[in-house]
């Protein structure tokens, strides 16, 4: 009755209530399993197994448990297919419970939350993906072929290790057809010519923001607005749709966009997450209930208003300066002006740099550095005329975006100084109006000092411990060396529970949580 008194005392949802209740009525049935001695529960089932395949019952037991728990997620998410799996679970607990009139209030329990279920159903509304039938059937197969196998060759005379093996492909059988019974909408593997080449017309149009461009890279999915002059560019990972930066299309299509977008990911029982959006758009957000928090801040340098003159930019002056006595310099070239040799010189030296890391990024990163034509490659050759070193640079209306920044081993210290202060002349002799540089998450957390709040001086000590895997506060700090404007970007999502979710699903997409060997594709 846990359950009951938590929806008395609390704010939580309906669905999350029902979740809940699954999740007790399942650590029960776990513990059960665990601890026949609490109860003998499940003797009334054990006319149904094979002579000697007792010990099947308790695996059947604890599998339902886990089943239940496993469920609760479902159920919080409103997806039809937990609802009517947990409806078939509980009755089965309820009935087991009943059957031994001494488990009475687990048996209160289970009815109650059945009958909850029942009246609330309505609300598990998120169907099913179509797509998951097939592996399903193949899942419930398994499962039969197992469980036929345990009741023709099973008992307590026949051999344990089969008899063991027999149940773990029982179990095994049994989560896989659970799992995809579960499984929520998937996405196709990439999106139509089509709708690819609509995107590319709509970001030569109206990708004024800094991030527009790498809504062409080839892992985001699309939707457009109703009129189709207006898209979202994202991808689904965990249950999370990850839009990646602000809406680009016209002004008057957007506000529709996001509501439409938002009652798909509802229809689909995906959380809807919004990473790095500008601040330009947070009042559609809010409007839907969402939250945003500011994540970081994006550097940007004005290149009609940058200058190496001053004091304060001495040690960007003097890395210049030596830079080019050793012989180097920098040419501005598009992908179509680098030759087969030049290109393999360009891998060479995003193998060196990257080392044994996965390639990273999503949001503001390129996955092909060449498919591009628009896009620019700043390359620092050496007095040799070797590559050493390069900035890859994607347009905006506004100006360039920095979408990778390499260097090779051995190079002088200074050398990605150098590298963007002479993108940064080029880009003024273009007649950019910015240069968007790295993104710096939790800058305002890194800006903390000795008069700062405890809590930001005990939060920036956390961050920098961090610096060895994540390289926030070296990048931050590289950022701060040309003193640039900084636009805050900050992350929306809809409920605060979803936080651990979505910042996992954040980490895989942009590649922070990949093991060190493993490698992606291109530099």
Avoid at 13 to 19: I, K, N, V, Y
Avoid at 96 to 118: C, K, Q, T, V, Y
Avoid at 390 to 405: D, E, I, K, T
Avoid at 467 to 484: E, I, M, T, V, Y
């Amino acid at each position: 009755m846990v359950f009951v008194v938590v929806w008395a005392h609390t704010k939580l949802r309906a669905e999350a209530l029902m979740a809940l209740g699954a999740f007790l009525v399942g650590v029960v049935d776990i513990v059960t399993a665990i601890r026949p001695t609490l109860t003998d529960r499940y003797d009334v089932f054990q006319a149904m197994l094979p002579t000697g395949t007792t010990t099947v019952a308790g695996s059947i037991t604890f599998a339902a448990g886990a089943a239940l728990l496993l469920l609760a997620g479902g159920l919080a998410r409103r997806k039809r297919r937990a609802w009517a799996l947990a409806v078939v679970l509980i009755a089965f607990a309820a009935a087991a419970h009943l059957a031994r009139g001494f488990d009475a209030e687990e048996a209160i329990g289970s009815a109650a939350l059945l009958g909850a279920l029942l009246a609330l159903r309505g609300r598990f509304d998120v169907s099913g993906d179509p797509t998951s039938l097939r592996p399903l059937a193949g899942g419930i197969a398994v499962t039969a072929g197992a469980w036929a196998s345990v009741a023709l060759f099973g008992g307590e005379h026949a051999n344990r290790v089969a008899n063991i093996g027999l149940e773990i492909l029982l179990a095994g059988g049994a989560f896989w057809a659970l799992h995809h019974w579960l499984r929520g909408h998937r996405e196709p593997d990439r999106p139509s010519d089509d709708d690819r080449a609509r995107a590319h017309e709509l970001v030569a149009r109206y990708g004024r923001d800094s991030l527009s461009f790498f809504a062409l890279r080839a892992d985001r999915r699309y939707t457009f607005s109703r009129a189709g002059n207006a898209f979202l560019a994202y991808r689904v990972v965990a249950g999370c749709a990850l839009v990646a930066g602000d809406p680009i299309g016209a002004e008057d299509e957007i506000a529709g966009l996001v509501e439409d977008f938002g009652a798909l990911c509802r229809e689909r029982g995906w959380r809807m997450v919004v990473l790095h959006a500008s601040a330009e758009w947070l009042h559609l957000y809010r409007r839907r209930g969402m939250r945003a928090v500011a994540i970081g801040d994006e550097a940007i340098i004005r290149p009609t208003a940058f200058s190496l003159d001053g004091r304060a930019m001495r040690k960007v002056r003097q890395s210049v300066t030596r830079l080019r006595r050793a012989g180097y310099d920098v040419r501005v070239l598009a992908p179509s002006q680098l030759s087969p040799a030049r290109r393999a010189e360009i891998e060479r030296v995003s193998a060196e740099w990257r080392g044994r890391s996965a390639e990273r990024g999503f949001s503001m990163a390129m996955d092909d550095l060449y498919a591009h034509e628009p896009a620019r490659f700043a390359v620092a050759f050496d007095g040799a005329g070797a590559v050493r070193g390069f900035l890859h640079l994607v347009p905006s209306s506004s100006g360039y975006s920095l979408s990778a920044m390499r260097r090779g081993v051995g190079t002088p210290n200074g050398l990605m100084e150098f590298l963007i202060c002479e993108a940064t002349a080029w880009a003024r002799s273009a007649g950019a109006d910015e240069l968007s540089l790295n993104f710096s998450v939790f800058a305002d957390v890194l800006r903390a000092d000795e008069e700062s709040p405890a809590h930001m001086r005990a939060a920036r000590q956390l961050v920098v411990g961090l610096d060895r895997a994540f390289q926030l506060d070296r990048l931050f700090s590289f950022n701060r060396k040309f003193h640039p404007e900084w636009r805050t970007r900050y992350i929306c999502f809809e409920r605060t529970r979803d936080v651990p979710v979505l910042s996992l699903a954040t980490l895989h997409v942009e590649r922070l949580l990949a093991p060190p060997a493993l490698r992606a594709g291109r530099g």
